[in-house]
């Protein structure tokens, strides 16, 4: 079976895209071969440089199998009249390409119709690709495109320059955006001159690249670049380099030949915190930090090049490197001294100078509404728990750094330059934290703020931003979301989760409200949908185990995953399973009354109970809620679910001797009652409807 290689080549990628796009152009060409059915026990692969994305599937099928098809046409009474063809049923035997004679009739659902056999000649894989591919590469997803060629439509992340597409030996003659697919690829742009490089077989890629000095394996400039840094740190007696994950990807992602150089600084700069330096290496010129023995760090940097040169060239380099690093230092100096002529305590003031949003105003009036409601929690929270006057200075200064040259000039240090400012100014280490932590965590990987007030602070502004956002209509639609608001309420929810802070939504809700935001209706509803993402796909519950939790409460966080941990700890019992599959069963009974008008509240009448069974399932229940409900008020989940499990023979017992719609509407309202009190009785941790049973 043949191979078949696809490759875009394109002026530079932005590094924060590629990855992205190599899996999904990986996913649309496997997708599109397996829909054409051109797939067998095929292996893919794929690549990527700044400059090129890559599929290379090896084991397609040459050509698709022949493949027979049942077509349907017009309705038997239509296409024939007293027994004789009409144009109706002519032009469907011409269509399906068969004699008029070859028609079928066929029975639905819907009546009798014209059916017709066919069979569909299979294609050349090149023809199919000839044909899907330009659609596929249109459709890839760009957070950014731009259009390129005057007057034309498609629209890329970068100017296509090069388009490869080889089956086997054989071009296969893709088109887009003006480019004619070869079997030519490039070689590296300084160190091969950019010349083409032929490519005579998929195979071949790998190596005929490497050849012209590309690394097209994502992983293999991954290992290239760690060695490349670990040789050259171990030039320094002592040093490693500072682990950086991300900024291992992103190097990778900008270089297509790595190699690597220590450069040096003057150790005076090593006064500035570090979280400054290791911000203007890391952030404005991608550089790695290096530390000695002692974890400190070291009056040295490494540069990731796309390029090898000679001691010269490196030499050359190395100079032009540690020049433009002794500026960015000089000019981080001059501002970190310059800002702290004026104290955080006098740029509060300053924020009604900055704008928040342009309908919600300065960022005064956003600290304002965050220290009210930061003031609120901490109230909730207990006085004993934190460090009262610590949270509410840190909530008024919070946003002061935002008016100090530091931050306007490298943004990324928002929160830890005040954090910063506020331990050299001698505001208390509980401020410098809380400041400093607020940003935290940015993702769900990373850790939450060390300290309560840090905890609180972030949560108050988190979600002042979301709920003022909200009151004027800015929520997120979508996959758009300009605020950010899906990861803000991320936080706050991690934070809820991991911190021993007892606070809940409706407490969120209210400190929010006594705040003078408008709290719009749908915040619940975008609150509940973080809480499911954090079970779901960081906690990792089952999605019914999420869905059944949830459905009961979803207002406290911690005690949702105390809830999510009991049931699923019993959820592989048999007679747990049994109850889920009943109170599935109750509940669509439920529903299918209340649909047709008739009511299951109200109280049961227990004389009016006739049946054995029904009766059972009364007196049992009625003897078991209080139990439960003294378990669930001491979160003892797991005893109490077990409890619940217990229902399960009375419950057997009443759907097998027991019909609940019955004609006496006395008799039937009853009845409805019982299961709808059993429901309501013991779904307060969880809806065991929602659980997959079976």
Known sequence: MPDFLLEV????????????????????????????????????????????????????????????????????????????????????????????????????????????????????????????????????????????????????????????????????????????AGNLSYGHRILHGDHAVTINKPADYVAALESAKVLVGVEARRQRIRKALDAVTRTVAGARWREDEALVDTVTHLTEWP????????????????????????????????????????????????????????????????????????????FWHFDQKIPLEDRVEMLKSVTFQKDLGSYYEKMVATYRIAQKLGIEVGQQKLDFEALRTAARLAKTDLTTELVKEFTELQGIVGGLYARAQGLGEAVAQAIYSQYTPASTEDAIPPTPEGQLLGIADRFQSI?????????????????????????????????????????LRNAAGEAGITIHDSLAAFFRERVEFYLRDVRGFNYDVVNAVLAASFNDVRDAIARAEALTAVRGSEDFAAISAAFKRMKNIVRQASEKGLASDGAVSSSSLADAAERGLFEHSDRLAPVVENLRSEHKYREALEQIATLRPHVDLFFDKVMVMVDDPAVRQNRLALIAKVLVGFSSIADFSEMVTG
């Open 9 to 180: 080549g394109l002026e530079e990628i932005p590094a924060r895209m590629v990855a992205a796009a190599q899996a999904e152009l990986a996913r649309r060409v496997e997708e599109l071969l397996a829909r054409e059915r051109l797939l067998s026990s095929s292996v893919v692969a794929s690549y990527s440089t700044p400059r090129r994305l890559a599929v290379l599937v090896s084991g397609v099928l040459a050509e698709q199998a022949d493949a027979k098809e049942q077509l349907t046409g017009p309705s038997w009474a239509v296409a024939f009249k007293n027994g004789a063809a009409t144009p109706a049923a002519l032009a469907f035997a011409k269509k399906a390409g068969v004699e008029v004679g070859a028609l079928q009739k066929v029975t639905t659902a819907k009546g009798e119709y014209v059916s017709a056999a066919v069979l569909r000649k299979g294609r050349s894989t090149a023809e199919v690709l000839t044909e899907q591919l330009p659609k596929e590469l249109a459709s890839l997803y760009w957070p950014k495109n731009m259009y390129w060629r005057a007057g034309k439509p498609e629209r890329f992340v970068r100017p296509v320059k090069w388009l490869l597409a080889i089956l086997n030996h054989a071009i296969v003659p893709v088109e887009f955006a003006g480019v004619h």
């Open 467 to 507: 709920a003022a956002m909200f009151a004027i209509g800015l929520e997120p639609t979508g996959s758009k979301d300009p605020f950010a608001l899906r990861r803000a309420a991320n936080g706050v929810v991690k934070i809820l989760a991991e911190s021993e802070l007892s606070l809940t939504f409706s407490h």
């Open 259 to 334: 190699s690597a150089l220590l450069g040096n600084f003057e150790a005076e700069y090593l006064s500035l915190p570090e979280e400054v330096l290791v911000t203007v290496m890391r952030d404005h010129q991608k550089y790695f930090a290096v530390e000695d023995a002692n974890g400190k760090l070291a009056p040295h940097f490494l540069a990731v090049l796309n390029t090898e040169a000679n001691e010269q060239g490196i030499a050359v380099i190395r100079h032009g490197n540690e020049r433009v690093l002794r500026s960015r230092f000089s000019d981080a100096r001059f």
